[in-house]
């Protein structure tokens, strides 16, 4: 047996750096460069006055602990009574198939416990940014993964990532140390909290834990809610008495029993009346569209939503917290189509578990709607409906793919494929636009050549994994971003407008596919591309710390305009206009330097593509992550000065369908 080190198998952990590097650039070479640039700089001082250089630069390498291989070969412990409350949950969780664990030191016992549990498990730098990471990791693979932290600071730091995977409709199991109730009510050492309330509108399910014969039970409880229904994050507080809990046997516990027996893996299925109701409907249509969501992705729809939207010719356009059930290769796919879509008139939302209200959605006042979901209670919720369907969403696409009669709608299909064309033609002239601003990288110049090295060059371009964050520059890389298979696409700000998640969305997924969880098993290995800004990177850059030490291969694009996206609105008042901007030309590349990555600083658009190729062999070969420091300016988002400007926004769910 293996321990969890097991997610950087297929990278060096060679305390001595030798092993694993790039041709031509060890690590210890590489890391004696970046101390010696540094020491340079270092001898001028402000306004290039000259300042006392050191003796002798330290040219000590970053190196991986030792620590991380021992981990690697060490053996499991065997889980067996007599157990502890943490323990017995733990192994619920291993039973259970919870795939990955990402936390900072905290909730020892739990944690302990489920890394022993063989459950790969991944400490970082901030408690937020590891409930992100885990996020992600569902997000990309369709598979439970856990968060933890402990009460107080630790626990707070983690709400943001709650509220993003609540909105997002993530099964995330949250898990935190409480204090003891034997010391409720008196204040005790800096843990005050009691942390349910704090969730409360944030979660499917919350339970502080205070009977510990029934640690089981309560798994169970936990598990049901993450695995039916429509998902949700999991929020369980795990008191000293209950963590440290100790059973001798399975007598000592309560309700401890098979995940068979307090749980069913059965699924609801659509009534013939409703599915007779939906195929009356597409008959009667010349124009209908499928919104595939959440839903069909994690019911592992994407096979059923192919056979029905080939058999009935139905066009596809996905709306999720991650892309890729349809493939963009697919002339049924209207990813790329927004134009058309207000043409639509009837409308299949299959799935769609947050549900945006009609001025969101880009389709017109006179069509009509079917919402296919899990639960009868949502259904009507923002946009009223035509017919409403309670179904699991795959259970719905099997069953109407086996009954929808085999139809054509050839003009659909081709204005489908016009609105596509022109979409892209319009893309390419922001792209030669953003070329002939010679003086920064504009974001069209990112985007477009991003899209090349992607999908266009001699990668498959179904192989890389995508992380879409940032704001202003995802108006313009996210026009460019295609999935060909599922998961390939993590959208981040997916209904909820984090800033600064974008990092740890990026761990997680590394994690993903470098284990080949889930819907990314078929790619385990690749490098990962994520995308933010200069805003999102100062929240969660020390987390390039955390994929260097687990030896990400992770490609992250910053994007530098040296401003918050939100300084256009006081850009007339120089008064409150500082309160919007950073210092220009910072180097978050020397960061990630010094943090064991690489670094890339563009300045001109000509430039962009060899780093990304040089980022891209960096990642593959020394598995390791490299920042793209793309240097922008903040008035790029000026229409007049700058056109096209500040894009709207193209995909429902991830702020709006506007373009």
């Known amino acids: 047996m293996k321990s969890n080190a097991d997610a950087a198998s297929n990278a060096s952990n060679d305390s001595n750096g030798s092993a694993g590097d790039a041709p031509g650039l060890s690590r210890r070479s590489f890391m004696t460069g970046a101390a010696v640039a540094a020491t340079t700089a270092a001898a001028v001082g402000a306004g290039g006055t000259a300042v006392a250089r050191p003796e002798a630069a330290d040219t000590r390498g970053i190196m991986v602990p030792v620590e991380f291989a021992a981990a690697r070969s060490a053996e499991l412990p065997k889980l067996d009574f007599p157990l502890t409350g943490a323990q017995v949950f733990a192994r619920a969780c291993k039973e259970e198939g919870v795939a990955a664990l990402f936390c900072c030191p905290g909730n020892y016992e739990v944690i302990h416990a489920i890394a022993s549990t063989g459950i790969p498990s991944f400490g970082g730098r901030h408690e937020g940014a590891m409930a992100h990471a885990a996020d992600a990791f569902i997000r990309s693979t369709g598979e439970i993964a856990a968060c933890s932290g402990t009460e107080g600071p630790g626990f707070t730091n983690m709400i943001c990532a709650v509220a993003a995977a609540n909105a997002a409709r993530t099964p995330l199991l949250v898990l935190a140390s409480n204090m003891a109730m034997s010391q409720e009510d008196t204040e005790a050492g800096i843990q005050l909290g009691y942390q349910q309330p704090t969730t409360e509108g944030l979660r499917k399910y919350g339970k502080r834990l205070i009977n510990p014969r029934r640690v089981h039970e309560y798994a169970g409880y936990a598990f049901r809610q993450l695995k039916g229904g429509v998902p949700k994050p999991v929020h369980l507080d795990f008191p000293a008495e209950i963590a440290f809990a100790k059973f001798s046997s399975a007598d000592d516990l309560e309700y401890f029993y098979d995940k068979g027996k307090y749980r069913t893996d ?27 969501s959440n839903g069909v992705f994690y019911s592992k729809g994407w096979d059923a939503l192919q056979r029905v939207a080939e058999r009935a010719q139905i066009p596809v356009v996905e709306s999720g917290a991650m892309k890729g059930q349809i493939s ?28 945006p209200t009609l001025g969101e959605f880009a389709f017109g006042p006179d069509a009509r709607y079917v919402r296919i979901d899990r639960v ?9 409906i035509d017919l409403g369907v309670v179904s699991d969403e795959r259970a719905a696409l099997e069953a109407l793919a086996d009954l929808v009669p085999q139809m054509s709608h050839d003009t659909w299909l081709a204005e489908i494929a016009a609105a596509r064309k022109k979409f892209e033609a319009q893309s390419l002239d922001y792209y030669k636009l953003g070329m002939s601003y010679s003086e920064a990288v504009h974001p069209a110049v990112i985007a477009h ?19 879409s964050g940032g704001y202003g520059i995802a108006r313009y890389t996210r026009r460019e971003f295609r999935g060909y298979r599922p998961g390939q696409v993590v959208n981040g700000a997916y209904q909820y407008g984090a800033i600064g998640p974008d990092t740890g969305y990026a761990f997680g997924t590394a994690v993903a596919v470098q284990l080949g969880v889930g819907a990314q098993a078929g790619h385990k290995g690749h490098p990962i591309v994520a995308v933010t800004g200069d805003g999102g990177i100062g929240y969660t850059v020390m987390e390039i710390e955390t994929m260097s030490k687990y030896r990400m291969p992770v490609v992250l694009i910053v994007y530098n305009n040296n401003a918050w996206g939100t300084w256009t609105q006081a850009a ?36 962009f593509r060899p780093a990304l190729d040089r980022a891209y062999q960096i990642a593959l070969q ?38």
């Open 449 to 467: 050549e991003l899209g090349d090295f992607l999908y266009r060059s001699k990668l498959p371009r179904d192989q890389t994994t995508i992380v």
């Open 572 to 607: 007339q008042m120089p008064y409150a206009l500082p309160m919007h901007l950073f210092q220009e030309n910072l180097r978050y590349d020397k960061v990630a330097e010094a943090l064991g990555g690489h670094g890339e600083y563009v300045t001109k658009p000509g430039d």
């Open 376 to 384: 009868q209670e949502d259904i009507g919720r923002n946009i009223p």
């Open 622 to 659: 020394d598995s390791r992550p490299v920042l793209i420091n793309c240097q922008g300016r903040k008035e790029f988002w000026n229409r007049q000065k700058y056109p096209p400007g500040a894009l709207g926004k193209i995909e429902p769910g991830v702020m709006s369908y506007y373009h």
């Open 266 to 292: 059965t699924r609801p299925h659509p009534s013939p009346k409703a599915l007779a109701q939906l195929i009356d409907l597409i008959k009667a249509s010349a124009r209908p569209m499928i919104v595939s």
């Open 328 to 355: 963009d290769a697919s002339p049924l796919s209207a990813n790329a189509s927004p134009g058309a879509l207000a043409s639509a008139d009837l409308v299949i939302l299959v799935g769609q578990h947050c549900m």
